[in-house]
């Protein structure tokens, strides 16, 4: 009788941690198509020239310029990241750029030419890798990558 009762609690645990994990699981798919979702109402950012999405942000103290910048899922994607006051550096938190090296500050009046496909939807933050000042913490944006 007691291996019954210990077969039916252990069941019974089984079953709830089980219902548990996919209400979890349900509420990150909720999560994840909400913040899929967010962004659709923006327009595509830049000009599509000869394949290639083109892109120009400028970076500032303690900004990026466009705000958002919004690409297609398999695009490829040329960014023409400038410096417009003093050197900033740029990353794309979680998208490794090829050639490109996040510790790399671009000086005022240059132009950095950073070219990838963008493979996954998401967003992600973009921000400034060499500190410029002390708003340099706040200097983020958005990377959207749409479906």
């Not at 349900?26 to 892109?55: C, M, Q, T, W």
Request: a positive charge; charged letters at 30%; proline letters at 3%.
């Amino acid at each position: 009788m007691k291996k019954i009762i210990m077969v039916l609690v252990l069941a019974t645990f089984i079953i709830s941690a089980c219902s548990k994990e996919d209400d979890d699981t349900a509420k990150a798919r909720k999560i994840i198509e909400y913040h899929k979702k967010k962004f659709d109402s923006l327009p595509l950012s830049g000009k599509v020239i000869n394949g290639v999405r083109e892109i120009e942000v400028k970076g500032s103290q303690y900004e990026w310029q466009p705000e958002n910048i919004v690409v297609k899922k398999g695009e490829k994607v040329r960014l023409l990241v400038a410096s417009l006051d003093v050197p900033h550096g740029f990353e794309i938190e979680g998208i490794v750029i090829p050639g490109w090296d996040i510790g790399k500050l671009i000086k005022k009046g240059d132009t950095a030419v950073l070219e990838f496909t963008a493979e996954e939807a998401g967003s992600w933050d973009t921000v400034c890798t060499g500190y410029c000042g002390p708003g340099h913490g706040t200097m983020k944006r958005k990377f959207i990558v749409r479906e």
